[in-house]
């Protein structure tokens, strides 16, 4: 990442002058500078260095450790325990350290290992014991966003960092530990040009949010971004598709709104028949009472649409005004009876 400044012109036509394969593209205060091997990148940060140009750089995908987070351990284990159970196990380590409390500062029971990254060193996450206890082992989730202490710019560290230092306190051009203000009247922001706050305050207009997305540290992106030895991208492509299948959906076939008809539900029937004969007298008496009991709402519904049928007008032969008369085939009362000597019958016949 080249630092865009006045002399932005002059410093691109010097790279692309000695590298003709650099690729370069604007983001921000910045320009991206794009190599296609790892010799061309190490080429041209050796030459940007030597130029003595403003930039800042990344650590290579092949060249960034793995880190974990090792939990289930009491808090009174050693790192040095460890660093020694993880080397009898086979794995090279970096270093092993053990996390504390924000507000308490106390010691937790949560260490994070840092591992080169190797085919054997990926299998860590396949670790359940260590020291004889069980234990998880997560990716390591690092929150907040990355500050760098030299510039006190964002999303790079000090490590790789060529750009002119800025003090956090006084926002002159050395580093903040070279500072002699030991104590600050008015805070000031090196950033924003603001006094009130400092650079590393994350209410800040310029301070970035943290991204939001999977963990870079989790087992599958780190299996996914490592690259094997003798593996070609074409060998891992025609794994990932013989073991996919692909299944084809029938077609939905739709009859016309013009030609849908609504069909009328039948009574259902119970057929004695089909019963097996092994069952039992008491699923016998069960599905004859069931026959009696449909036998009976059906006749019940015919007499109540026989009640709500319309009023009949009958002429007088004598002359004067028409009379009319409602009447209907079954009276209320004579319904209830009905019902009643069909419910004792039932009563009668499952006793």
């Known amino acids: ?23 370069i593209k604007a983001a921000g205060n ?3 500078l794009y190599t296609d091997t790892q010799p061309q990148h190490d080429t041209l940060k050796q030459l940007l260095t030597e130029l003595k140009y403003p930039f800042y ?13 090792i939990k289930g351990l009491p808090r009174t284990t050693k790192t040095t325990e460890i660093q020694s159970d993880l080397l009898d196990l086979g794995y090279t380590i970096n270093k092993v350290t053990q996390l504390t409390g924000n507000i308490t500062k106390q010691p937790l029971s ?11 060193n990926m299998n860590i996450f396949n670790l359940k014991t260590l020291g004889y206890l069980s234990i998880t082992v997560e990716g390591f989730e690092s929150r907040g966003v990355i ?40 805070r000031y922001c090196v950033n924003c040009k603001v006094h009130g706050h400092m650079a590393n305050y994350s209410k800040c207009p310029l301070f970035p949010k943290p991204r939001k997305g999977a963990n870079i540290n989790s087992k599958s992106i780190l299996t ?35 030609t849908q008809t ?8 119970i057929v004695s028949s089909q019963i097996p004969n092994t069952q039992n007298d008491c699923l016998n008496l069960i599905t004859q009472t069931l026959q009696q009991t449909i036998h009976a709402l059906a006749t019940l519904v015919q007499n109540i649409s026989l009640m709500a049928s319309p009023q009949t007008v009958t002429a007088q032969p004598a002359p004067g005004p028409a009379k009319t008369t409602s009447k209907s085939s079954l009276t209320k009362s004579q319904i209830i009876a009905q019902i009643n000597t069909l419910l004792n019958h039932y009563d009668s016949a499952s006793d």
């Open 1 to 23: 990442m080249l630092l865009i400044t006045d002399e932005l012109r002059k410093h691109t036509t010097t790279l692309t002058s000695k590298m003709p394969i650099l690729r």
């Open 30 to 32: 910045y320009v991206k």
């Open 57 to 69: 750089s990344f650590t290579p995908k092949h060249e960034r450790p793995i880190k974990v987070v």
């Open 110 to 120: 949560v260490f994070t290992i840092s591992l080169p990254r190797n085919d054997f």
């Open 147 to 186: 500050q760098c202490f030299q510039c006190n710019q964002f999303n790079h560290t000090a490590e790789h960092c060529h750009l002119t230092p800025k003090c956090l306190k006084c926002g002159e051009n050395h580093q903040t530990r070279d500072c002699q203000i030991k104590m600050l009247d008015t």
């Open 224 to 258: 996914n971004n490592y690259i094997r030895p003798n593996i070609s991208y074409a060998q891992v492509t025609q794994k990932t598709n013989q073991s996919s299948t692909t299944h084809q959906m029938a077609p939905l076939v739709t009859a016309p709104i013009g």
């Open 262 to 269: 609504i069909k009328e539900i039948p009574t259902p029937t």
